[in-house]
């Protein structure tokens, strides 16, 4: 059975905080994503990767980072976390060669105090 | 710029009734719209995807329906099942190796 796996189901961090979301993937994809879902907005993307070592921005990588040292995991890090960063973070991977099917993690619940 | 919408936030059907979702994009270059299913709790699942030069596409009990013309992508599901129950998501991969979700689309299911 196919999985991404989250290390964390649920994460409460204080403001100021830096804190480092975990995914790790077992399929052997190429690319790597990090997803940020807030109710009616959807899932918005913060950074993908397309290698090891590479990465590019999504549509809100502010606040963010993200490092890929091995192919199966992809690090989401939020540098000083703040009260608007609470959300929930998803995690995927999908093939190069066919990434309309991307495999979800089951997600992380992140609160900032 | 690219973006994915829905005309509905909740959907509530009978059970055994058929269920349409509609979405509508903006990004004519995608070469692929697709559809998640999110039941809660859970990271979207992928149902079906439909090519950009395709205009229907059959899976087990679900049917996309892709109409370049008014820019709009629907998901129809026969005999909806309280399983069904879930948020569905239109996706399209627009520029490089990005897929860009809408807002999504509750599917209550009545019993």
């Known amino acids: 059975d196919v999985k991404v796996t989250q290390s964390s189901r649920y994460l409460v961090k204080r403001t100021g905080e830096k804190v480092f979301l975990e995914c790790v993937q077992d399929?052997?994809?190429?690319?790597m994503f990090w997803y940020r879902q807030d109710p009616g907005l959807g899932l918005r993307l913060i950074y993908f990767?397309?290698?090891?070592?590479?990465?590019e921005k999504g549509d809100i990588p502010e606040g963010y980072s993200v490092s890929r040292e091995k192919k199966e995991r992809f690090s989401l890090i939020l540098e000083s976390a703040s009260t608007n960063q609470t959300s929930m973070y998803l995690c995927?991977?999908?093939?190069?060669?066919?990434?309309?099917?991307?495999?979800f993690g089951q997600g992380t619940r992140l609160t900032v105090v | 710029g690219e973006s994915v919408g829905l005309h509905l936030p909740t959907l509530s059907v009978q059970e055994g009734d058929n269920s349409i979702i509609n979405c509508a994009y903006s990004n004519s270059a995608s070469d692929y719209f697709i559809w998640y299913k999110q039941e809660s709790g859970k990271g979207p699942q992928f149902i079906i995807d439909i090519r950009s030069n395709m205009d229907k596409r059959q899976g087990q009990r679900v049917t996309v329906l892709l109409n370049k013309t008014v820019k709009h992508l629907s998901l129809q599901i026969a005999a909806t099942q309280p399983g069904d129950s879930a948020v569905y998501f239109c996706?399209?991969?627009?520029?490089?190796?990005?897929?860009?979700f809408g807002s999504g689309t509750r599917l209550l299911v009545r019993p």
């Open positions: 990767s397309y290698d090891v070592k590479m990465k």
């Open positions: 995927a991977s999908t093939r190069a060669d066919m990434n309309t099917e991307a495999f």
């Open positions: 399929m052997d994809h190429e690319n």
């Open positions: 996706a399209e991969n627009g520029s490089s190796y990005k897929l860009i």
